[in-house]
């Protein structure tokens, strides 16, 4: 009856002189599996190039399929292509069972379809105890005290040890840290020369009257050289205060960025000198004069730019 069947199937799907005369259908499976062991079952389908294949659903009683792959291999002439479905397949039943025949789909280039069949296999299911008469269960055996090391409590007190270790090292760094010895921070730079230089000036100007009054203004005349002479030693790089006149003036003239005659210094120092060795007062005009000459000769010495910035020109 499935052969009828499937010929009026044919006869209503394609023509006569079907074109599924060159397709084939085999079967590959083992003869002999056990009970519960899964087996391949492949099946090799080979159709014309522009075909395809494909395994429908259908039953396999008392089969059962696990998994099915595919894979396609074309002729090297082109002309054809082999499907290869490998069904992988698993019987409980324990006796000589048939598996197939097995229906395959094939559809053409042109959507025409056909189903072919493959032949059939006998399987022999047999079973591990089939060589006992009357198999039965192993009785039940006394339980066994089986002793297994537990390292939990190993465990847990070393990641305790660790957290510890940890906390005992840090705190010890940490101590450290605070109490090493620490590079003490650079101090300030110094103020430039002119600033030092101002400042000495204008304390001197202030203690003018005093020095006047109490008649010593010859250590007054003293001091206002002497803070010029430090000036323009640290301004261009000598020992202004160890230096004669003469040789500041042999200083100046080398300095490159005086802005000044050095003439215009020398003098001013040779007037202290005149009145340090004559050992001579100076009243109170003369006094005025020497601070503000002191006074200038610092501000016209002074680097251009930082005349610009604040101070006057």
């Not at 399929?65 to 090297?76: D, F, Q, R, Y």
């Not at 501000?299 to 930082?306: F, I, K, L, S």
Request: proline content about 8%; overall charge negative.
């Amino acid at each position: 009856m499935r052969g009828s069947a499937t010929i009026v199937a044919l006869s209503l799907l394609v023509p006569a002189g079907a074109w599924a005369q060159d397709r084939a259908v085999t079967l590959e499976a083992p003869l002999e599996t056990t009970l519960g062991d899964p087996i391949d079952v492949i099946l090799t389908v080979t159709t014309a190039a522009s075909d395809e294949a494909a395994v429908p659903e259908q039953p396999f009683e008392p089969f059962e399929i696990l998994g099915k792959k595919l894979s396609i291999e074309p002729s090297p002439d082109g002309k054809s292509k082999t499907f290869t479905f490998e069904l992988r397949m698993l019987c409980f039943e324990i006796g000589q069972h048939e598996l197939g025949p097995v229906r395959v789909r094939i559809t053409s280039a042109g959507g025409e379809l056909v189903e072919l069949e493959s032949d059939t296999r006998s399987i022999d299911v047999h079973s591990v105890l089939a060589n006992e008469p009357d198999p039965q269960l192993k009785p039940p055996t006394d339980p066994v005290v089986v002793e297994q090391d537990d390292y939990r409590l190993l465990i847990a007190l070393g990641a305790l040890l660790a957290v510890v270790l940890g906390a005992l090292l840090a705190w010890l760094f940490m101590r450290w840290w605070h109490k090493r010895d620490r590079p003490e921070p650079a101090p300030p730079p110094p103020p430039p020369p002119w600033e030092i230089a101002l400042a000495e000036l204008h304390e001197l100007e202030r203690d003018r009257g005093a020095a006047i009054a109490e008649g010593s203004t010859e250590q007054w005349v003293d001091a206002v050289s002497d803070s010029i002479r430090a000036y323009f030693g640290r301004r261009f790089g000598f020992h202004g205060l160890e230096s004669t006149t003469v040789e500041i003036a042999e200083e100046l003239g080398r300095a490159k960025s005086l802005t000044i005659e050095p003439q215009d210094a020398v003098g001013f120092l040779g007037q202290c000198d005149l009145v340090k060795f004559a050992k001579a007062s100076l009243a109170d005009e003369a006094s005025r004069t020497l601070i503000e000459d002191a006074l200038a000769l610092v501000e016209r010495t002074r680097p251009a730019a930082v005349m610009q910035d604040g101070g006057p020109s």
